[in-house]
């Protein structure tokens, strides 16, 4: 069965759409139909209902699709295999997506010391909010995610990558610095958020919630999109915001910033890693991973 036929058709389920699936595989509109077309003939089964305004796969789409994915798959992973048949030679392209709070620095710091030490692996980091890069590494444009929050999708897997503390984060010369406040207290202070979909803000809800607490119970005056402005306003004395641990340790350290508790409140985090359900790994992002856990544990 030609694995290119099945790499379209996988494309058209997992978009609903022949037009997305074309661009995202790179040739014509025409051309992905006529694949699709010549499979349906092969098998002698419908593969999609075009009936409605969304293309959805029939039954026998359904289970074409759970063994394409197998066979891409495998595929993918005998041609990685092959390509690096020396012993110890590594090399490739890892395409790796993460959201604001790894990605501000753990993450970034580990991929330049896995490249520094595997000089032919060209490595691309794209920073999103968690939803994003959820969708991207579901979609096969991303190998692997790394987020702050697992956000159920049927399209991938979440893995356990590292642990990391958020932390009421405030001016060193402000009142909360080194302290344990009340609720009370934290709802009388201009607080600055992030934007909705980040993982930081997904675990502080979910944290204020177990207490009763609601985001708009607080004196939120600044929602500000992504880490490192948080981060700027933060330090520049316009409120306090709760930020990634494993993001201040260098602010902390110089004493331009300081950390506060607050009583009952304990948002921990797992950071989790994303990877597409039925996919194999290339043998770069295994490297990786392999690396990266050495590093962290």
């Known amino acids: 069965m030609d694995t290119r036929q ?3 058709f996988c494309a058209v389920v997992e978009l609903r759409s022949f037009s997305q699936a074309a ?4 040739v014509t509109q025409p051309a992905v139909s006529m694949q699709i077309r010549t499979l349906e003939e092969k098998l002698g089964h419908r593969l999609f209902d075009r009936s409605g305004r969304r293309v959805e ?5 359904l289970r074409l699709y759970r063994g394409a994915q197998r066979l891409i798959a495998f595929e993918e992973q005998l041609l990685d295999e092959v ?10 392209r890892l395409e790796i997506g993460s959201s604001t709070g ?10 330049c010391e896995f490249q520094r030490r595997s000089p032919e692996v060209a490595v691309s980091l794209a920073i999103f909010d968690t939803q994003t890069v959820v969708e991207r590494v579901a979609e096969r444009e991303l190998e692997l995610g790394v987020v702050g929050a697992a956000r159920k999708h049927r399209g991938v897997i979440f893995e356990p990558f ?36 980040a993982g930081v803000r ?38 306090v915001a709760f930020i990634s641990g494993s993001a201040l340790e260098a602010e902390l350290a110089a004493k331009q910033l300081a950390s506060a ?15 597409a359900s039925g996919r194999s790994l290339s043998r770069v992002a295994e490297a990786f991973l392999v690396f990266a856990r050495e590093r962290l544990a």
């Not at 661009?23 to 790179?26: A, T």
């Not at 620095?105 to 580990?110: F, H, Y």
């Not at 992504?226 to 520049?236: F, I, N």
């Not at 508790?261 to 990877?275: A, K, Q």
């Open 6 to 8: 099945l790499a379209a």
């Open 23 to 26: 661009e995202r595989l790179g």
């Open 57 to 61: 796969p029939t039954e026998a789409g």
């Open 83 to 92: 390509a690096g048949v020396e012993e110890g030679e590594l090399r490739g």
């Open 102 to 111: 790894p990605g501000d620095r753990v993450v970034p710091l580990l991929l």
């Open 162 to 197: 590292f642990r990391d503390e958020v932390v009421l984060a405030c001016a060193p010369d402000h009142r909360f610095a080194g302290r344990t406040i009340s609720l009370d207290e934290l709802r009388a202070e201009p607080l600055i958020v992030m934007q909705e979909g």
């Open 202 to 239: 997904q675990v502080l809800e979910d944290e204020l919630r177990r207490h009763g607490v609601r985001m708009r119970d607080l004196n939120v005056r600044l929602e500000l999109g992504l880490q490192e402005s948080v981060r700027a306003a933060v330090m520049g004395g316009y409120g």
């Open 261 to 275: 508790r607050v009583e009952g409140l304990d948002p921990v985090r797992e950071i989790s890693l994303v990877r």
